[in-house]
């Protein structure tokens, strides 16, 4: 058995007093808890969760002829945070190799060999997103980051729903779910294509570029869930597409949710709170 430990006591001028421990804050040694370093400051914990995530930013990016197609997370991530990473590649099977136990979802966008790939996680300090690109000459990659997200409500497959297309200029899209629904859509047609979400959807990244003779439009646009389709996401020209549900799971704080403008979340009780 191992003996105990007695607490460590120090001389306070008058008298023996048991200790106290100390942190060092990157600037002092300070009473207190222990914190860490969560990418940006110095920190007891992570930020709490809340239903619905807070977007925090994203950064695109692309690799032309190269095995490995690197993109760092956007500015101002945090450890805690969800960062979504999406990979189009031009051909073959993309693979995350960073962080490495992150498993992608992979569907093809109905044209020649083209791939989309989606994964989520939790931020644990990887400065970088990697992916292993295999023989593909081209891909194109977006990152984004999410805050307030509920890290233990986490799943290894956080994309929802994925649907493909072909020779549409109306995509519907999938019912939101609860918490926060990112959509992700890969399109590809032979002419450079505009787009609109519908009302409802707030637009973010998006990255427009060329494989081969496709011109493709990777886009994302994310809505609070409510069970109930937003629309379809329109284009001025038929086009083949690969699109994803991604969830970034949030906690309830028991209360009712009124979505403005939602037809089937919009619901007024006694108790409604507005989210």
């Known amino acids: 058995m191992a003996p105990d430990q007695a607490p460590v006591r120090v001389w306070d001028g008058a008298r023996w007093v048991e200790g106290v421990a100390r942190v060092w804050d990157g600037k002092q040694w300070t009473n207190g808890s222990v914190r860490f370093w969560d990418g940006q400051d110095w920190t007891a914990r992570p930020a709490e969760p809340r239903e619905y995530a807070t977007y925090i930013g994203s950064v695109s990016g692309a690799a032309t ?14 450890v805690g945070d969800f960062v979504v990473s999406v990979c189009a590649s031009m051909s073959g099977v993309p693979r995350l190799l ?16 083209i791939r989309l790939a989606v994964a989520c996680w939790p931020w644990a300090g990887e400065p970088s997103a990697v992916w292993d690109l295999g023989d593909s000459p081209q ?8 805050r307030h997200g509920d890290v233990t409500n986490a799943s290894v497959t956080p994309v929802g729903d994925m649907q493909t297309y072909n020779g549409l200029d ?7 779910r609860d918490f926060l629904s990112l959509f992700v859509a890969l399109t590809v047609s032979t002419s450079v294509t505009s787009y609109r979400w519908p009302e409802g959807l707030t637009p973010r990244e998006h990255v427009l ?5 496709f011109e493709i439009s990777l886009i994302t646009a994310e809505t609070p869930g409510a069970g109930a389709s937003a629309g379809s996401l329109r284009l001025n020209t038929p086009v083949d597409a690969a ?15 009124w979505i403005l403008g939602d037809g089937i979340a919009s ?3 006694t108790t409604t709170y507005l989210g």
């Open 65 to 78: 002829d190269r095995r490995f197609g690197v993109l760092d997370v956007p500015p101002g991530t945090r």
């Open 243 to 257: 699109m994803y549900l991604v969830t970034i799971p949030g906690r309830s704080d028991g209360h009712p949710t």
């Open 170 to 176: 109306a995509l519907p899209l999938m019912p939101s």
């Open 209 to 213: 570029g060329r494989f081969g003779a």
């Open 98 to 113: 960073s962080p490495s136990a992150t498993m992608p979802q992979i569907i093809g966008a109905g044209t020649a060999d």
């Open 267 to 269: 619901q007024l009780g």
């Open 139 to 146: 891909a194109k990659m977006i990152n984004l980051t999410y």
